[in-house]
């Protein structure tokens, strides 16, 4: 297999539409047919790229042939988010009557999944820690058809032993899900780890520029048709500018990668001897109680990482606003540094007892651009001095 760097230029040199070395953007709804077999195969073809923009286009193609490639799966596809990519899946996976397992740390989007949209629609679940294994194991009934991952978790930086999960989760013939936002294929393949299906919020680190919504779902192509079917009728269509916005964004991501995991690595060092900061969150840490699981498993540890100031709320939140560089932002993965506090940003999606069960009050998440080292380990210790 060639290098990830060649992979991101040349990956969709197969599906290419043009002659041209910038592929153009294909913006239209729909495209004619030379005659009326031709029309009837584009019409049934899973994740098409020339009949109906909703269907597919020469755009998403492109982005899925070096996702695909990347995360070392059959195939992928795109959809208008991150939170389409997986509520997509979910429902194409699972019916009324149905069990999911999912993890305690994870997502706020995923959270509410699992906590109030699928209960809403008669499927049960069992969220768990993921730190445990076992515990996925006691989840486990005969009704369940689907665990959802995600590793390094989002605010908390927990991380799964994803090979144990999955294997357990295939020897009952139950597939896998997992969330690889934060650690990118570039830190970490799970489909090399035996999941399933690997899902993006593309939106972060796979566009990098903070100027695309869009989702990514990479798996075997069955999978991904059974996913595509139900995609045609809830319409999370990405946009051909946002796909090809996108791919121009995957073409540099090993290049920004290596910068973010160097700078989320020189932060946590930092702050973690900083004497207003009760805990670091950062499996590249060698004091992450699961830095040797992340090791095994991730060749990179990222660009994102959660700072637990012993003050609480108010601390925190005052830290967010003395920072320079880093901006006051719900998104990550971008060149840009940015910061936020999950207590204050999940209120608008799980309950005040969800998220004090999910996330500490005075936990800030910090994701490290590709600004120089040194000047934002200088604007963090400033702020975190000014706690004192």
Known sequence: MPGKSTITVHADRGVHPSRAVAPPIFQT?????????????????????????????????????VVAEL???????????????????????V????????????????????????PRLGVTTTVVDQTDTDAFAAALT?????????????????????????????????????????????????????????????TKYLNGHSDVSAGVLAGP??????????????????GPVDAWLLLRGLRTLPLRVERHNANGLALARALSEH??????????????PQHKLAAEQMSGFGGVL???????????????????????SASLGGVESLAVHPASMWRGMLSEEQIAASVPLGLVRLAAGTEDPADLVADVLAAADASL
């Open 221 to 238: 192509a069955d999978l991904l048709d059974r996913v595509w079917d139900v995609g045609l009728l809830t319409g999370a269509t990405l």
């Open 275 to 288: 004497p207003a900061v009760a805990r670091v969150h950062y499996p590249g840490l060698a004091t992450h």
């Open 306 to 328: 959660g700072i637990e100031f012993g003050g609480g709320f108010e601390v925190a939140d005052a830290f967010l606003g003395r920072l320079r560089y880093a901006r006051r």
């Open 29 to 65: 709804a729909a495209f004619a047919a030379e005659d009326g077999e031709a029309f009837a195969r584009a019409a049934v073809a899973p994740r098409g790229k020339d009949f109906y923009t909703r269907y597919g286009n020469p755009n998403h193609a492109q982005v899925a042939a």
């Open 71 to 93: 995360e070392n799966t059959e195939a992928a596809m795109v959809t208008a988010s991150g939170m389409a990519a997986l509520t997509t899946a979910v429902l194409a996976l």
């Open 142 to 202: 005969p009704r369940t058809r689907l665990v959802l991952v995600e590793s390094p978790s989002n605010p908390l930086l927990q991380i799964t032993d994803v090979r144990a999960v999955a294997g357990l989760a295939r020897a009952h013939d139950v597939p896998t899900m997992a969330d690889n936002t934060f650690a990118t294929p570039l830190n970490q393949r799970p489909a090399d780890l035996g999941v399933d299906l690997v899902w993006h919020s593309a």
């Open 95 to 118: 019916s009324a009557g149905d069990h999911v397992i999912g993890q305690r740390s994870t997502y706020g989007g995923t959270a509410s999944v699992l906590l109030n949209l699928l």
